[in-house]
């Protein structure tokens, strides 16, 4: 047991355990809250993996503005009646997932052992790395993603307008 | 250091585990939230994957999930709001116009 491993350990049960609270909480301001803890918890996996960039814009999209957004409409509607539990609902569902879970677990765990993780440079994940993949191999992609942000904030706007 | 296996089985279980949400659940909120708790195991597979074949790709395309992932919350919220003022519920059973 290297330290190394030891942390993963330790992030991932964390990170299944909060994951978990996100589904079974009955409170919805709860699962809000599990889901934060399990997207921080996702951004330090990335810091481990010379992400550091990508992790930090985890923390502040995800865990910062998509969470607050999902707060504020949950204080928005305010849903104070907590679901019934149905039991035959919840087993069957459960099964299902687990099948699912069983099946990429085989997958995943049957291939041909891992390659060694290639030797990173210093720069692997920068700011400065990021930015030259992103403006010459995928500029076509993040004009599309800038056009498509464009539609969802008017059609956000169309749709959460009152009626007249 | 971390064999890359253990990335993709834990990211398969978060995968699972947002799976289980958006099937049992009746709150569309969480369904919402299960919805991005799949989407971020994804990520957490992009970034394994570049960091253990050493290519940048990977991260570019978790910023592309990232800024779907964003539209994708704000119209479903928008969504949400719209159809809880029509009908007064966030219980997907309840939305049965269109059901035979």
Known sequence: MTPSLITFYALAGLLVISSLLVVFQRNVVHSAMALVAALCLIAIFFLTLHAPMVGVLQVLIYAGAIMVLFLFVIMFLNPAAL?????????????????????????MNGSEPTPDPIASTELFGSPEMLAKSLFTDFVLPFEIASVLLLVAIVGAVVLAKREH | MVPLNYYLI????????GVIGVLIRRNLIVILMSIELMLNAVNLTFIAFSRYLGSISGQVIVFFVMAVAAAEAVIGLAIIISVFRHRQTLDPQELHLLKW
């Open chain 1, 83 to 107: 679901e019934q539990r149905r039991v035959t609902w919840w087993s069957l569902g459960t099964i299902a997932a687990l099948l699912l879970a069983g099946a990429f677990v085989a997958v």
């Open chain 2, 10 to 17: 834990l990211s398969a279980l978060v995968f699972a585990i």
